[in-house]
């Protein structure tokens, strides 16, 4: 079976995100005088941002990339990873469970990862 090389890309973006993800969730250290919004940014920009985006590059504009189970958890499962990490940033006690589709979602309708972050994490409260 011949392997779409479009496909190929997007298959190693999702592991270079679930590693960077792990990484930062093993040396993540709580920061003492929460919040910290810069910080829970980078965490967006950097990692949640880019793993929605990839989603919504691959199912749009008539790419319709298939993900294998293993590559859609990964890249789920780094997403959730991301916004666990912005979440904390702000002392809260987060354990990420969204749905990347339902992500993907809001940043079509907000253009703005901040806002998805503030939606489906409730972080922070006004």
Do not use: Q
Not at 11 to 34: G, K, Y
Request: include cysteine; charge should be negative.
């Amino acid at each position: 079976m011949t392997t779409d090389p479009a496909a190929e890309h997007f298959h190693e973006r999702i592991w270079e995100l679930r590693e960077r993800a792990d990484r930062h969730v093993r040396t993540f250290e709580a920061p003492s005088d929460p919040p910290k919004p810069d910080e829970a940014m980078t965490y967006l920009r950097d990692g949640a941002g880019p793993a929605v985006s990839l989603y919504v590059e691959a199912r749009t504009g008539g790419n319709m990339v298939h993900f294998p189970p293993d590559h859609y958890h990964a890249l789920e499962g780094a997403m959730n990873d991301w916004f666990e990490l912005y979440a904390w940033c702000y002392g809260a006690d987060l354990e990420a469970d969204f749905v990347l589709r339902t992500a993907a979602e809001a940043l079509l309708d907000t253009h703005n990862i901040h806002d998805v972050a503030r939606i489906l994490t409730g972080v922070p409260t006004k």
